[in-house]
């Protein structure tokens, strides 16, 4: 199984505890980005509508915190000539209304970008979006392992922001139109049977009935509202 193969696995885990994390105050000189993009959801019903509404009308993520996570889940989910990458699927505006949605998510992700930024800056002398791809993997390769057996409580504050992000990524992109399209999933889909294999019905010596093979596996009836006598019996 290859690697984008086993992250459509992933799916929202436990969210990380809120640890306390300092580091560098995160600067937003130089940014074009003034807010985290919006994101709509039609068919709601009118609560709903109002509560994303407000959610929407919040802001979160800064522009230096934007642009970290997108760079991030880019990454995480990186686009190649075969697939989309998170950011086709704004992943992170994903991120920022989740958090505004369940505000526990806010230390971790705020805090975790903290951490990003002081570890570049002490290894390599720039916040973690200023640093070379290659340096920001390396980064990441210290915290995007860790063991299964060790409960999430016991794991360093940055491995469990990684795992969070990790998540959020994947269920923002698989959940959109693109990462759907991707994996082909169709929805609810109308099938057609064809009644018991033949072989199945020899192995166990029945058959069946022809009248009701008519009645019930006939696809050409496929759209008649079977009917049934008082006694029960079957009609059409």
């Known amino acids: 199984m290859d690697r984008r193969k086993s992250l459509k696995s992933i799916v929202l885990g436990s969210v990380a505890g809120g640890l306390a994390i300092h580091g560098c105050k995160p600067a937003t000189e130089g940014t074009e980005l003034t807010e985290a993009p919006k994101i709509t959801y039609p068919g ?3 609560q709903e509508t109002e509560l994303i509404d407000e959610l929407q009308d919040e802001q979160f993520l800064n522009p230096h915190e934007v642009e970290t996570l997108t760079i991030l889940c880019d ?11 998170a950011s086709d699927a704004d992943v992170v505006g994903f991120i920022e209304f989740m958090s505004k949605d369940e505000e526990t998510l806010q230390p971790d992700i705020r805090g975790g970008i903290m951490w990003l930024d002081h570890k570049g800056n002490t290894e390599y002398g720039a916040e973690f979006k200023k640093a070379t791809e290659e340096q920001q993997r390396a980064i990441l390769d210290e915290i995007a392992y860790y063991d299964p057996e060790v409960p ?5 504050f ?9 998540n959020l990524t994947m269920t923002g992109f698989y959940t959109s139109k693109i990462g759907i399209e991707e994996i082909g999933y169709k929805g609810n889909q109308p099938n057609v049977w064809d009644g018991v294999p033949d072989d199945v019905l020899e192995q166990h010596g029945v058959s069946y009935d022809e009248e009701w093979l008519a009645k019930c596996v006939d696809q050409s009836k496929r759209g ?13």
């Open 75 to 85: 990454l995480i989910l990186p686009p190649s000539e075969d697939y989309k990458g």
């Open 44 to 46: 709601r019903v009118p």
């Open 224 to 236: 008649i509202i079977a009917e049934w006598d008082e006694d029960g019996n079957l009609l059409t």
């Open 152 to 156: 999430s409580n016991e794991r360093p």
């Open 158 to 166: 940055e491995v469990n922001f990684f795992s969070l992000v990790r």
